[in-house]
């Protein structure tokens, strides 16, 4: 088993599109954030329509 985490997008239901590349922690993905935001690429006071999240993905073998 493989743990990354992902940067994700969340849709107005709530579903995630990962957006950014697997980091091997956590703190890669706030890093990940903090260039978002400076970058002007996530929402502001006058774009609310996105939202981000965390996401830890577990990647195993497909049992065959």
Avoid: C
């Amino acid at each position: 088993m493989k743990v990354e985490w992902w940067l994700a997008e969340l849709d107005r239901y709530g579903n995630p599109t990962l957006v950014d590349g697997a980091h091997s922690d956590r703190s890669g993905v706030d890093r990940a954030m903090e260039l978002f935001i400076k970058l002007g690429a996530t929402h502001t006071s006058y774009d609310v329509s996105k939202r981000y999240a965390v996401a830890r993905v577990e990647l195993t073998d497909i049992e065959r």
